[in-house]
């Protein structure tokens, strides 16, 4: 058995099939009693540890204007501890990592205290008394996107966490219905809040990006994300020889996880730029200077990349029917991507149509005003509470 399934089995032995509600736990007087899961602060930072970071930091701004009460953020012990962020007490505890630490040594450290678990996972042993942000359900639904132990951990370990009654958020309501149907629970027991994009904006542009990678403003067209097979970046072949008939360049932001992403078949054996990771400055002057962002992608949960392209002014092309035509709304263009045809065809149309790109800017800009990361904290608060309330 791997270690992930002698956590999940010794974690869910220990777990509470049912929890007594806490008396006197109402109202604001319920965030006394909530911690934070803060193992994603010894993580590599990548989409999930970005959402983490932004919306503690978003409660520890709220908690130092005392609109909400919360105690430490507990975490693994680690070789190279994290800072301190903000306000908020940072408590180092157990003796295990990872997946152990969390499983078997978060749930006593928080003391019965509710926990807030912002990265997808959470410790079975606190049973109802916590909080799990789950953004997608991707290991169910695009299961050729994920390697055979990362799909079974998450699939076990969800399922786990919503039969013991943990409260369940997503960030769209395209989430919480397919994480309704795969977890089997009422979508009622799924709560939703927003996401944001003002990151991309706090750090100048770097001036330098564009030379620093041989391209030149409006000269490419951007896609940014992993090489996960659900990104679909193969989609692209004809848009990128379209590009280069044009004597512009395709170029990809991104890099693979081969922790959690399944090796190979992504589908991109086209000439494109590969830009592997880059700064939030880098990615900020490729943003505003793309002719636009392609997002062919089959499945997102919220998709992040179209959000900070319409902060950023970038015309944005996607693929419709899951969580980014709810979040962009008619500030994207949408295309068929089931076949390169379709986005080189919409990618053209872009190209060409007098108007169309400076459209698609002003509206990309107005919808992503307000998704700003103070404002999901705000929401989260709101849930916190609610949670507490009925704990």
């Known amino acids: ?88 007490g940072l408590r180092a505890t157990g003796r295990l990592r990872g997946n152990a630490w969390e499983q078997v040594e978060l749930a006593p450290a928080a003391d019965g205290a509710m926990i807030l678990n912002l990265g997808n996972t959470g410790p079975l042993r606190a049973g109802r008394r916590q909080i799990v942000v789950i953004h997608d359900a991707g290991a169910f639904d695009t299961p050729e996107s994920y390697s055979l132990p990362f799909r079974l951990w998450y699939r076990s370990l969800h399922r786990g966490l919503a039969l013991l009654g943990a409260r369940i958020v997503t960030v769209s309501a395209f989430s919480r219905t397919r994480l309704a149907e795969r977890l089997r629970i009422p979508a009622e027991r799924i709560a939703v809040m927003g996401e944001g994009a003002d990151h991309m904006l706090r750090a100048p542009a770097d001036p330098a990006a564009l030379d620093r990678h041989g391209l030149r403003p409006g000269g490419y067209a951007l896609a940014v994300g992993s090489r996960a097979q659900h990104k679909n970046l193969g989609a692209l072949s004809a848009s990128a020889q379209l590009l280069a008939a044009r004597g ?88 068929d991507c089931a076949t390169p045809a379709g986005p080189a065809a919409a990618l053209a149309r872009l190209l060409d149509e007098t108007g169309l790109a400076a459209d698609l800017r002003a509206r990309g800009l107005q919808r992503a005003q307000p998704l700003r990361w103070e404002n999901a904290a705000a929401g989260l608060a709101a849930i916190i509470r609610q949670a507490g309330a009925s704990a």
């Open 1 to 88: 058995m791997s270690e992930a399934g002698q956590v999940l089995r010794v974690a869910a032995h220990d777990a509470p099939r049912a929890t007594a509600p806490r008396p006197g736990l109402d109202g604001d007087a319920a965030t006394d009693s909530l911690v934070i899961n803060g193992r994603f602060l010894t993580q590599p930072v990548t989409g999930v540890q970005r959402f983490a970071t932004e919306i503690l930091n978003g409660l520890d701004q709220l908690a130092a204007a005392g609109a909400i009460r919360i105690g430490d953020i507990l975490t693994p012990r680690s070789d190279a501890p994290p800072q301190r962020p903000g306000h908020l």
């Open 248 to 335: 512009m360049t395709l170029a990809i932001v991104g890099s693979l996880d081969a922790s959690v992403f399944r090796q190979g078949a992504d589908g991109v054996d086209f000439p494109a730029l590969a830009l592997g990771r880059v700064s939030d400055a880098e990615l900020r002057a490729l943003y505003e200077s793309a002719a636009c962002l392609l997002f062919p992608s089959r499945y997102e949960g919220y998709g992040l990349p179209p959000v900070e392209a319409m902060a950023c002014g970038c015309p944005v092309l996607a693929a419709p029917g899951h969580a980014v035509e709810e979040i962009c709304g008619d500030a994207a263009l949408y295309a």
